[in-house]
C-alpha cells in the first residue's frame, strides 16, 4: 500500500511556532505521529462534536497536544492545527 502524503497548513505550523519551547519538547513526538499517518491515516479519533465530525476531522493526541487533521481525496493528509488540549479548539478550527 502507498504512503499517504502529509500536508500540514499553515496555521498548524503557526501554532508549534507560537510555542517554540513545547515545539522542541514535541518535536520528536509530533514527528513520530506524522510517519504513522502515511500507513495509517484514520487511526486519529473521530471528534465528538457534530460539526467537526462532519468535516471529516480526526484528533491524535501526543503528549498533551491535539492534532486535528483530514484526510483528502484519500491520498494525502492535512494536519490542520496542533495545539494544546487545554484550549478550547472549537472556535480555532
Known amino acids: 500500500m502507498p504512503k499517504h502524503l502529509i500536508s500540514?497548513?499553515?496555521a498548524a505550523?503557526?501554532?508549534l511556532a507560537d510555542n517554540p519551547a513545547a515545539a522542541l519538547k514535541l518535536a520528536e513526538n509530533i514527528e513520530q505521529s506524522i510517519l504513522q499517518l502515511?500507513?495509517?491515516p484514520l487511526?486519529?479519533?473521530i471528534p465528538k462534536n457534530r460539526r467537526l465530525n462532519r468535516q471529516g476531522y480526526?484528533?491524535?493526541i501526543v503528549d498533551s497536544y491535539l492534532m486535528f487533521y483530514v484526510l483528502l481525496d484519500n491520498?494525502?493528509?492535512e494536519i490542520r492545527r496542533i495545539i494544546s488540549g487545554k484550549r478550547d479548539?472549537?472556535?480555532l478550527l
Open 8 to 10: 500540514i497548513t499553515e
Open 13 to 15: 505550523e503557526q501554532d
Open 38 to 40: 502515511e500507513n495509517f
Open 43 to 45: 487511526i486519529g479519533t
Open 58 to 60: 480526526r484528533i491524535l
Open 75 to 77: 491520498e494525502t493528509v
Open 89 to 91: 479548539y472549537k472556535f
